[in-house]
């Protein structure tokens, strides 16, 4: 299964930029645990997402 975190591309200089969009909702499940009335997306999901978007 593939999670996809790259909801739009805004902006691309090939070969040195690119700027993308991902919607976030309060509501995600992973804000449950992370941190309970403070939520913060984890820094692993972040990565993944510049990952995607170098792609």
């Known amino acids: ?3 996809v975190f790259v909801d739009r ?3 691309v200089e090939p070969g040195r ?5 991902r919607n976030v909702s309060a509501t995600e ?3 449950a645990d ?3 009335g ?5 820094g692993a999901l ?3 997402t510049l990952g ?3 792609e």
């Not at 930029?17 to 969009?21: D, F, G, P, Q, R």
């Not at 403070?38 to 984890?42: K, Q």
């Open 34 to 36: 992370h941190f309970p």
């Open 29 to 31: 499940d992973v804000f």
């Open 9 to 11: 591309i805004v902006a």
């Open 38 to 42: 403070f939520p913060i997306l984890p």
């Open 46 to 48: 972040i990565v993944e």
């Open 1 to 3: 299964m593939r999670f």
């Open 52 to 54: 995607q978007a170098a």
């Open 17 to 21: 930029s690119i700027e993308t969009l």
